[in-house]
């Protein structure tokens, strides 16, 4: 079976930086997503790990170690609409449908 | 369109009643997967489409679930004689199923309220 773990909430201040842990038990393992999702919406994908380091895309960073079964979310120069939770999905490496297993999310709270 | 879109938005309705939901992917997405959100939960699976088949059902609840897919395009999730438990947001995704990397893209989901 898949576990995967990450913080319930965290705060942080406008401008700075902040990451967000993932980790995970899988009995195989075939990529890990993260998406954002704003209260009421639709979750909305941010960044695709298959291989070790780290995935840089504008003011989001994501890393993946596989061997620690760990990632990370890191956001930088944080804004107001940064406020969301964040999921963080893995997908088994035997299940031909790429269905997601989701972690219960992180919910940031980004102050002024 | 442009995303996936999904119908009602929200939906409230008496136990004991059945309900439907509409799912409609974006164009040329041949996978498909429903996933229900409970309140402080993860989402969680309910049902793979590839096309109009259905080859992974495993995270259907109980038997008052179905769902299904017409022309490779719309689907229904049906829930029949609603619980409380049921209570949820129901949220469709679909997928170019052009290789691994490609990400489910979510509609807003609907807000189902059992009461």
């Known amino acids: 079976g898949q576990n995967i773990d990450q913080p319930t909430e965290m705060t942080a201040t406008e401008g700075a930086i902040v990451q967000i842990n993932c980790t995970y038990q899988t009995s195989g393992f075939n990529g890990l997503f993260w998406y954002q999702q704003h209260a009421g919406e639709a979750p909305t994908f941010l960044s695709y790990n298959v291989l070790d380091g780290l995935e840089e895309k504008g003011r989001f960073s994501s890393f993946l170690s596989r061997s620690k079964g760990y990632s990370y979310l890191l956001l930088k120069e944080l804004q107001m609409k940064d406020s969301a939770s964040y999921l963080c999905?893995?997908?088994?490496?035997?299940?031909?449908?790429?269905?997601?297993?989701f972690g219960s999310g992180t919910r940031l709270l980004v102050r002024p | 369109g442009a995303g996936v879109s999904q119908s009602p938005s929200n939906k409230v309705t008496e136990k004991g009643k059945d309900v439907e939901l509409r799912c409609d992917p974006i164009s040329g997405h041949t996978a498909l997967y429903w996933y229900r959100q409970s309140l402080g939960q993860g989402l969680e699976f309910l049902i793979y489409?590839?096309?109009?088949?259905?080859?992974?059902k495993s995270g259907l609840p109980s038997d008052r679930f179905s769902a299904e897919r017409t022309g490779g395009s719309v689907s229904t999730l049906t829930i029949q004689r609603t619980q409380q438990e049921d209570s949820a947001v129901y949220l469709c995704?679909?997928?170019?199923?052009?290789?691994?990397?490609?990400?489910?893209?979510f509609g807003d989901g609907t807000r189902l309220s059992i009461l």
């Open positions: 999905a893995v997908r088994d490496l035997e299940d031909s449908s790429y269905k997601l297993i």
């Open positions: 489409f590839q096309g109009n088949s259905a080859p992974d």
């Open positions: 995704a679909s997928r170019r199923d052009r290789g691994p990397n490609q990400p489910q893209h």
